[in-house]
């Protein structure tokens, strides 16, 4: 439900902000939440306010604990390290005026971060940007490894399961709610067909799964330190440093959970080395960038060879067909359901997307081999 200016402002107003705030208008390009930029009255942006999807994280409490948890975990971290200018390196929430993590007002869930001033995010990257950015998702992951197991919750159960993801496009074609099976029979053919692909790659992550139950053990009996995902590496989803284009900060907390290891590079592959857009209508734009991908890997595999096995190593550029294969079934499933889930700009939106990440697929595809030998020279 849309909210009047004044709405927003009483919002705001149960919230413990420094300063007098003036006005919050529409912000970034997220797919899930309603972000909003906070201005006081010198027409500066002091805060970030963000309206929760409670249809999408059904657990508020859980998902606001899970980031109080990760960004104090990180201000420990950033502070152990000496570093300064802490605020623009972690994401600050500020709690309501009766001391809790977010404001319900009766329909809609509301938090407040502080904006994170001389900063900027892209929707796209150049092999600068993207060698920046694989260090400072290594360096989230390798901050994070340490939190204790059980301490997160799954704040979407199942969120990158791909047998899960695969029920939910098949119960979506059964039901056929929208009435829209019949016009995307070509690409359901090309999902089909790769099945076998798929189980196999289910197959190479339940055994890596096996092993990280092994860790788990390892590490309830105090041996093993496991680790934790950010789950939504976007390009979008960090904020880079206005002044040197430095990655500054992780944001977009809300899938920070524990999970494989190939999702966090896997995402950003899918969006960050992509020559088109996540959604271009023209496929001839939509191809993968090998610089983009090799410069990213270069900085990830700095911060978090690490901790990485062996066998996650191998599979990392197999995480880039494996997340782009996944929102390709995910944007079908929306689509098929009748635009349910993501937020659409078009009618047909959902099949636009479907269809350039099926195309992304396909170079990823073809440069598999080429992204598999890169990775030799960490083995
Ligand atoms: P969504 O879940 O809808 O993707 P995000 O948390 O990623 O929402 O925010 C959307 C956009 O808003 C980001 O891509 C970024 O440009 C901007 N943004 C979000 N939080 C901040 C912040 N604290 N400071 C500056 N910009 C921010
Ligand atoms: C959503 O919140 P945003 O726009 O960064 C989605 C991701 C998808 C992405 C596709 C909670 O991310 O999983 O990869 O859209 N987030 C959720 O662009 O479903
Ligand atoms: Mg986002």
Redesign the pocket.
């Known amino acids: 439900m849309a909210k009047t200016k004044e709405q927003l402002l009483n919002i705001l107003d149960q919230f413990q902000l420094d300063e007098k705030v003036v006005s919050a208008e529409p912000?970034?390009?997220?797919?899930?939440?309603?972000?909003l930029?906070v201005t006081n009255e010198k027409g500066e942006i002091k805060y970030?306010l963000?309206r929760i999807n409670h249809l999408i994280f059904t657990n508020v409490d859980m998902l606001q604990n899970n980031i109080h948890v990760v960004t104090t975990h990180i201000r420990k971290k950033l502070e152990e390290k000496g570093e300064t200018d802490i605020d623009r390196k972690v994401?600050t929430f500020l709690p309501t005026k009766d001391g809790k993590k977010y404001y319900f007002d009766g329909d809609s869930y509301w938090r407040v971060?502080?904006?994170?001033p001389r900063?900027k995010?892209y929707e796209e990257v150049t092999p600068e940007l993207s060698y920046e950015a694989g260090k400072a998702f290594g360096d989230f992951q390798t901050m994070l490894s340490d939190i204790p197991e059980g301490t997160l919750g799954e704040t979407i159960p199942d969120f990158h399961n791909m047998e899960f993801r695969l029920k939910q496009l098949r119960d979506a074609v059964a039901t056929n709610a929208a009435g829209r099976v019949a016009e995307v029979q070509y690409y359901l053919d090309e999902i089909e067909k790769r099945l076998e692909e798929v189980k196999d790659l289910v197959e190479e992550i339940e055994k890596r799964a096996e092993a990280m139950c092994i860790q788990e053990r390892l590490y309830r009996e105090g041996q093993l330190k496991k680790r934790t995902n950010h789950c939504d590496t976007k390009v979008?989803?960090m904020?880079f440093d206005a002044d040197n284009d430095k990655v500054l900060c992780v944001?977009?907390l809300?899938t920070v959970m524990p999970g494989f290891v190939l999702s966090d590079i896997g995402d950003f592959i899918r969006t960050g080395a992509n020559t088109g857009a996540e959604d271009d209508e023209n496929l001839d734009n939509v191809n993968v960038n090998m610089e983009i991908f090799k410069a990213y890997t270069r900085g990830y595999m700095e911060k978090a060879k690490a901790f990485l096995t062996p066998t996650e190593i191998k599979l990392l550029p197999y995480g880039g067909r494996l997340l782009t294969y996944m929102q390709t079934v995910r944007f079908l499933t929306d689509y098929i359901n009748g635009d349910t889930y993501y937020k659409i700009h078009s009618p047909k939106h959902n099949l636009i997307r479907t269809k350039a990440q099926f195309k992304l697929l396909q170079s990823l595809e073809a440069h598999a081999e080429e992204m598999d030998q890169f990775m030799n020279q960490w083995l």
């Open positions: 912000f970034g390009n997220g797919h899930i939440n309603d972000t930029k970030v963000q994401l971060c502080l904006f994170i900063s995010s979008n989803n904020m944001i977009d809300d």
